[in-house]
Every structure is written in C-alpha cells, then in structure tokens.
C-alpha cells in the first residue's frame, strides 16, 4: 500500500485543483482503439469537449484492398435528427504523416453525410469527429488493416507525362431518388501529393465549394492531401433542393482555381 | 538544360516504379485475405498436408482450400495438379510458398517414384498459384512472356504483402519466374500432347493447358467453382470473352483454378453470372451516387449462397472496379459555374 505523506498529499492536491479549474472541460476522454497517437489527433482536430458517440457512423472496410484508395462514408443524420443542425465533419487517420484528411461542412440544405476515399501510409485507427451546435465534439473510430506506403508514394499520374493538362477536370453526376433525395458524385483530377514521396512537393486540393443556384452554399470541404489521387465525392442533398444545376467552385495549395457545375435532374423524374 | 531537373525526374521516375510496386502489393490483397493479423503461436513449424485427388487418366489434382489466404490455410487456396506421362511428369501450378512447393514435389515423388518433373506451367502471375517455383527445376518452370514479365515485375511487392498476411509459412520464399516463355500453341512433353492457349481477363495474361489425351482443360483462375471470383487484375469484358471462348473449347472436363474439376462446365457459368452480377450492381451503384461503402453492403443474391467467401470477394471488387466504371458513367462536368 502506498502511503503519502501529508505534504506530499498536499502538493498533489494543488495540483490536481489547478489543472482541474479551466480546463476541465476539454479533458480527453480514453480511446477504445487505445491509439498512441489519440491525445494528439484529439487536440489537433476535435478541439473542445470530446465523447465517442455510437449515433455518429463511421463506415470503412476492416482490410484496405488499396492503401491508396481507401473508402470511408462518414454519416451523421441520426445524431442530427436528435441533436440539430451539424457544423462540422472531421475526418483522420492516426498513423498517416498528415493526419487531417477531410472538415466537411454541410449547410442547411445538405445532409450531414459524405463519401470519400483516403490514402493510408500503415495499419491505423481512423476517426470522425462531428461538432453541432452545442460545440460538442461526437466521435467514432475504426482500424483498418493495410500494407505499408499509401501517404509516400507518387501518384499514378506521375507515370504520365502531359498530367498537367487535365489537372482539375471534373465529371459529375447528381441522380434523384423517389423520395426526392438528390445525390451528387463528382470526381476532379489532381495528384494529391503528400510531398512524402522522393521528389515530389506537397500539392494537393484544398478548399471546395458547392453553391446553390440562390447562391446559397450548399456545402464546404477543406481538403487535405492524404485524400486520394483524383478525389472523388459523394454527397446528399435535403428533398428542398431546387434549381437546375450546383456549381462547384475548388482550390488547391498552388492557388489553381477550378470551377464547374453538376447539372441537376428535373424535379419529376420517376 | 542543367543536369538538375533530369536528377529530379530520375527521381521521380524510380518513386513512380515504387508505386507500382506497392501498387502491385495492394493489388494481391484482392486474394490475400487481409483480414486482422493473428497471433502466432510458437508452436511446431507448420507444414502442409497435401493430398492428391485422381481427377482423370494419371492426372491429379491437390485441391485448395476455398478460402481466402490465412495463416490458418497456409496460403494453401488454389488448386495445383500433375500429370504422368510416359516419360516423366507435368505439373501445373505450383501453390503460395517454398514450403508448399517442396511439399508438392514430394508428393509427386511418392506418388511417381523415379519421375522426372519435365515440365512446369503456371498459369498466370498471381502468387496463390506460382510461389512453390522455387521447389521445382528451374529448366522445367514455363509460362507466356506475360506472365513473366508480371512475375518479375509484381513479384517482390506480392512477396511482401504474403509474408505479411502468412508469416512463417512463407519462410524462405523468392519469387522465381520462369526463364522459359512458352511461344508455342502444342508442346508435346515425355511423350504426351498439350495445347497451349493464352487468354485474359482474369489477368492481362491467362494460360490455358488442354490434355489432348484425357481432353481435360487446366482453365486457371478464368473459372472459379463453389468460390467467389478475384479481381484484382480483372478486365471483365476480356474475361467474358475467355470463358466464351472455354466454352467452346473440345473437353472431356474442366480444372478451375479455384474448386472441384467440372466435367459438366458449370464453373463456366457460375464465373460469368457472378461477373454479370457484379458489374451490374457496381453500375447501379455509380449511376443512383451511392458511396463506395454503401455499394459494398449490397446484398448477395441467393444463388451465390454457397460460393465461398463471396461477401469479401465483392467488397474487394468494390475497390477494384468501381473507379473505372465511375470514369465511364459520370459525364464531363461543364467548366465554369
């Protein structure tokens, strides 16, 4: 048993006061994938309370087929249902070299919902923080299992040589169902680069955009580079969403603008 | 210009051939299996009980599990086979280590006392069926160029993934393509006659071996039987193609790479409803926006119930095929906007 002296004791007691007073409220909840990374990736990307929530789903494979092309659907429209409106939508991966991969920011008319696919450089727990209105950061985590070396190799278009001519084509399809959900899948050329490869600088998509035809942002994505060469996004949009088209307005890390529109399916279809 | 920049595409030149490299590892994970690492115990080494099945005339095959690779199996999944003929032995396809390669040759020395091995096939790159070579007489081991030049090219990232996923089963295991390409359609070895047909689909490069004494068809991985198909290096219109083309083929019966010999051709058909299935579900999945993870929990239709390990076959597919058919059904999107 141990016994502590009365001064000691009260040292600790101090202690334990002063880093309980302000900070409490950010303490780290325990990781159940008992990563060795959490407290950072926690501190880095979900800054605020924290508490892991099963209403939050996080979908991912248990084995990657690819390590360059992982698939990850992250799905918040439970804990929307009961808690309101969802700000943000982190999405990270412990082990990658760039932990971040994806904040989504869904606006009023789009569901707190994304598909997306990531690079993973080994076997790691990755994590999606959701954040309401009440600040509240409400997390799932998952391992995948993979072979090493998705975040520092160079990406397949560096086989090519006239890659840069179709940096930032789009192709696009948004298909409408009975229930009048519209969904939108759209693919943009771009490297990706981590800068992890030998030779090869960091360069990658990093701010995208979706307005409504009222000019009313639909969604936002700041994009990191361990999502995978020529990103590819699947959203869900509310039943109101009208118009006859949602432009898509992107930046990457060398200041290359890129823009266009995803027409939208007539409102009777079916 | 100054000697830099042809530096840094040398650079970048051998990162990209890394790529491909660990491009080619993940490419193997279609087969491998990679489920949650298990321990592994200390136990005795592990060795495998290969058993030979007569399958036709002084032919036999050693069937593999219909699994996926595990340290369980021993990586022991594909179906291998030998001939006699009357002046030594054929094999076909060699398993996924040394160790299995060293168990095959053994059995076919207790089976065949005093048989040379004469010749060696292997019928495509995939290391389930070609990482027992080393076992074999290297003058003996052939396959088409194709399939050496994959061998070659994939075989240290396949290598490493299955060390990976099988641990000590792969003890001492190199890849060891075959240094003679076969450029002929008819090899007549110790006296017997095979036809050698290339196909694809499967891979870029499929071999197929005909008996013409017991018209027996050794048809690779371009027919599965009772196990979901791999996809990895699929070309799916080729591949329907090839099995059009087996289809055809004169046999008396049929060798899958993957399940129990098929004299009746079913394993024909059962590759192609899974493959038309499979491309099918995947179009739908593109066309109605679903995310990737929400195309992989379609469900299975009952037909395929019995096939093995078909609900990780069809994730692993989902990865494989998707991007490609998203490049061919989302339209140019207008610039601007």
């Not at chain 1, 994806?102 to 994304?114: C, I």
């Not at chain 2, 590759?271 to 179009?283: M, S, V, Y």
Request: proline share 7%.
């Amino acid at each position: 048993m141990l016994r502590i002296r009365p001064p000691a004791l009260g040292a600790v007691l101090a202690f334990a006061a002063l880093s309980a007073a302000p900070a409490s409220a950010q303490e780290i909840p325990p990781d159940p994938l008992k990563s060795g990374m959490w407290e950072l990736v926690a501190e880095e990307n979900f800054p605020g309370e924290i508490v892991f929530d099963p209403r939050v789903k996080l979908s991912l494979p248990a084995a990657a087929e690819d390590q360059f092309h992982v698939p990850v659907t992250i799905d918040a429209r439970a804990l929307a249902a009961e808690i309101g409106p969802i700000e943000e939508m982190v999405v990270a991966a412990d082990l990658n070299p760039i932990i971040h991969a994806v904040t989504f920011r869904p606006g009023e008319k789009a569901e707190p919902f994304l598909g997306l696919r990531i690079k993973v450089e080994q076997t790691t727990p990755v994590r999606v923080g959701v954040r309401g209105a009440d600040g509240i950061w409400r997390v799932a985590a998952a391992v995948i299992d993979a072979a090493g070396g998705g975040c520092s190799a160079p990406a397949a278009a560096h086989g090519q040589k006239d890659w840069m001519s179709t940096l930032g084509e789009a192709r696009a399809l948004a298909s409408r169902s009975d229930a009048g959900e519209t969904r939108l899948s759209f693919r943009m050329r771009h490297p990706m680069d981590t800068g992890f490869a030998a030779g090869v600088p960091i360069f990658h998509l990093g701010e995208l955009s979706l307005t409504l035809e009222s000019g009313e942002e639909l969604a936002g994505l700041e994009i990191s580079a361990p999502i995978s060469e020529d990103p590819t996004f699947n959203l869900l949009t509310r039943p109101s969403v009208g118009g006859a088209a949602v432009s898509v307005a992107a930046r990457d890390s060398e200041g290359n603008r890129f823009a266009f529109s995803i027409p939208l399916p007539g409102e009777a279809v079916n | 210009m100054s000697p830099a920049p042809e530096a840094t595409e040398d650079t970048q030149e051998s990162g990209v051939n890394r790529r491909a490299l660990l491009g080619g590892a993940a490419a193997l994970a279609a087969f491998a299996g990679i489920g949650p690492l298990r321990a592994q115990s200390h136990a005795a080494p592990r060795s495998y009980r290969l058993e030979a099945v007569e399958i036709a005339a002084r032919t036999w095959c050693v069937y593999g599990a219909q699994e996926d690779l595990t340290r369980a199996n021993g990586g022991a999944i594909a179906n291998a086979a030998f001939i006699q003929t009357p002046d030594g032995v054929v094999v076909i396809d060699t398993g996924p280590s040394k160790r299995y390669g060293e168990a095959l040759a053994q059995l076919v020395a207790d089976r065949l006392p005093g048989k040379r091995i004469l010749r060696v096939y292997n019928t495509h790159h995939h290391p389930d069926h070609v990482f027992g070579n080393q076992a074999f007489p290297r003058e003996a081991l052939a396959a088409p160029q194709a399939v050496i030049e994959a061998m070659t090219a994939q075989g240290e990232a396949l290598a490493a993934n299955m060390y990976r996923i099988l641990g000590d089963w792969m003890r001492g295991t190199v890849p060891t393509p075959p240094g003679r390409a076969l450029n002929a359609s008819r090899e007549e070895i110790g006296g017997r006659v095979f036809t050698l047909t290339e196909l694809k689909g499967h891979t870029a490069c499929d071999l197929v071996v005909r008996d013409e004494e017991t018209g027996l068809v050794f048809a690779g991985d371009l027919a599965f039987l009772d196990r979901a198909p791999t996809t990895p290096n699929a070309d799916l219109p080729a591949w329907r193609a090839s099995l059009a083309a087996l289809r055809r083929m004169e046999r008396e019966s049929l060798l899958p790479g993957h399940g129990p010999v098929d004299p009746a051709g079913a394993s024909l058909e059962q590759t192609l409803d899974w493959l038309d299935w499979l491309e099918g579900t995947l179009r739908e999945s593109v066309a109605r926006g679903l995310t990737m993870n929400e195309a992989m929990a379609t469900p299975i239709p009952a037909r395929f119930a019995a096939l093995g390990v078909a609900r990780t076959e069809f994730e692993r597919s989902v990865v494989h095929l998707r991007t490609r058919l998203e490049e061919e059904i989302l339209a140019e999107a207008p610039s601007g906007g």
